[in-house]
């Protein structure tokens, strides 16, 4: 007899390739990584605020762990400049990494929002097929299986990123603040007010 038995539904999905966690496995490239998200570094550069941070770490080894990202696709050159006889690179991130923990209660209050999300959803997944469904099908056919995985959804993982890529075009071109109505009527109420000052 059982002492406990529970339905254990799926609460998250990290979709990442094998060489990216690898990567990441190490807590000082994950630091380096927030590091170059918010601007491009030398290696110097990378080392000092590595050492602000706690982090005590020789350049060669700096080096390393940036060349590691590197390799797998997280961390590129942003910038080449001729410094005394050689050239000095800068790195910049293309990866950015969300590590946070929603509020006990975000659940609850955010119900009403999952529910419209799932049914948009729905509409466009049916739409992606529709248009696209044999390039989705053509891709997830070519996926190598994974060594550590026992099952895997291609499909599911191409729809992911395709889902991830459009946000973060969204993101990237600060779309997503400007599909906010509340700020639009902020920004008209603002014009408004101005029209009156300057009368």
Do not use: W
């Not at 959804?153 to 603040?177: K, M, P, Q, S």
């Amino acid at each position: 007899m059982a002492l406990l038995e529970s339905d254990v539904p799926i609460r998250e999905v990290v979709t990442t390739d094998p060489e990216k966690a690898k990567a990441l496995e190490n807590n000082v490239r994950a630091k380096i990584i927030d590091m170059l998200t918010e601007k491009e570094m030398t290696i110097e550069e990378i080392h000092d605020e590595l050492d602000r941070r706690g982090e005590e770490k020789a350049e060669t080894t700096v080096r390393h762990h940036v060349n590691v990202l590197k390799d797998a696709g997280m961390v590129e050159i942003a910038r080449l400049e001729e410094a005394g006889g050689g050239t000095r690179k800068y790195y910049k991130s293309n990866t950015r990494i969300f590590s946070y923990d929603l509020p006990g209660d975000a659940e609850e209050t955010l119900a009403g929002a999952q529910e419209t999300a799932t049914a948009e959803l729905t509409n466009l997944i049916e739409t992606l097929y529709e248009e696209h469904g044999d390039d989705i099908e053509a891709v997830a056919r070519e996926m190598k299986p994974c060594e550590y995985c026992a099952t895997q959804h291609y499909e599911e993982f191409v729809i992911r990123e395709l889902l991830n890529c459009a946000l973060i075009d969204l993101t990237e071109g600060e779309t997503l603040e400007a599909l906010r109505p509340d700020l639009e009527q902020a920004d008209d109420e603002s014009e408004s007010h101005d029209d009156e000052d300057g009368r």
